[in-house]
């Protein structure tokens, strides 16, 4: 089965627990996104909400990835609020549900933000990921490269500091 794109979905009651369950379930097996297993929707809601708010009241916009009528990978573009950062985005929250790790929707969905960007002019798009943890080397085969990395920025637990590594694809040449 493929994915289905939708850009900038409303965000319904429905949808918003559906994100959150997903969110829940990709830091439960061991995902970067923002939080340290194990977690419960309680833990979650509140950043889920903040990502949200930025999401309906602009600038930040919402891709989902559905399969059937299903969100299984999700991705936020965040808009540089700063004038001298518009040329670019950062992706965050990008996350696949587990139980369809792969069938490429990763892939699918990088690909999908890559063409999104292509038609919005934007000269790149950037995302940061969590050291340790191989995120790089997936990023790396979609023609993202290491920029930067911040030793040790993040602590997921004491005695376990993470590097914050920066990943960045140029989007003025050709599509990979």
Partial sequence: MSLRFVLDPELTPALRAQIVAL???????????????????????????????????????????YEGDRPVAILIFCDNRFHLKRHYQVLKRVMVHPDTQGRGYGVALMREAERLGREWG?????????????????????????????????????????????????????AA
Wanted: glycine share 14%; proline share 6%; charged share 25%.
């Fill in 23 to 65: 969110w829940v379930d990709v830091t439960n097996a061991g995902g970067a996104v923002g939080f340290v297993a194990p977690v419960a929707a309680a833990e979650v809601r509140p950043m889920a909400e903040a990502a949200f708010a930025e999401i309906a009241d602009g600038p930040d916009r919402l891709l989902v990835g």
């Fill in 122 to 174: 934007l000269a790149a798009l950037h995302v940061t990921v969590r050291g340790g943890l191989g995120l790089e080397s997936f990023y790396d085969r979609l023609g993202y490269r290491e920029v930067g990395r911040l030793p040790g920025a993040l602590r997921l637990a004491p005695g376990d500091d993470r590097d914050e590594i920066f990943m960045w694809l140029d989007l003025d040449g050709p």
